[in-house]
């Protein structure tokens, strides 16, 4: 009875097949992304871009206004990332990513940037790839702080954008204000008609 070669009694439960899952990465192009990963990235890539703007307003003040309107030309890859990662979260949805595009029409954006968010991924692979795989704890915890993060700094955002625009006046129209030195406006705030 006690034979050491003998296979062993307990009994074995096979287990059902494992469903094949995509390995998603934020600069892929294509492949499905569920709502949680997709909230992470357009969160960062949303931090991404007003940083940028920011600095580069801050950067190129001192120079003409086509140059600096030139520079808002770098955003261009940020925007066209947020499109690729709506585009990957409605293909995860099991639509088209032309119906991204309803995201630059006034209030329909609302819309389009709700959906991706509000509706479940189809659970099984579609006519765009694999599905994505569970969220790992990580993703959730991002997926909390990045979006409080963004409505924490609002209040900050929103007092920097009245002092930036004052300041603008001011040197704009020769309205002294407490804390602008006074003297004429750069040539780039400096009116056409003047």
Not at 79 to 106: E, K, Q
């Amino acid at each position: 009875m006690n034979n050491p070669y003998a296979p062993p009694g307990a009994d074995m439960i096979i287990a059902g097949p494992v469903q094949a899952r995509c390995t998603p990465r934020l600069l892929a192009l294509h492949g499905r992304i569920g709502r949680v990963r997709y909230l992470v990235y357009v969160s960062l890539l949303t931090s991404l871009l007003i940083a940028a703007a920011v600095l580069m307003v801050a950067a190129l003040m001192p120079f003409d206004a086509p140059v600096s309107s030139l520079a808002l030309l770098m955003l261009i890859p940020l925007l066209s990332m947020l499109f690729v990662m709506t585009r990957r979260r409605l293909n995860d949805l099991g639509c088209s990513g032309w119906w991204s595009l309803l995201g630059l029409i006034p209030f329909v954006n609302l819309v389009v940037g709700l959906w991706p968010l509000l509706e479940a991924g189809n659970p099984g692979e579609n006519a765009y790839g694999l599905p994505p795989p569970p969220n790992g704890w990580q993703l959730v915890l991002a997926a909390w702080v990045l979006p409080l993060a963004m409505l924490l700094s609002l209040p900050t955002v929103m007092k920097m954008q009245n002092r930036w625009s004052t300041i603008v006046a001011a040197a704009y129209f020769h309205v002294p204000m407490p804390g602008v030195p006074d003297g004429p406006a750069p040539p780039h705030l400096t009116p056409i008609w003047r």
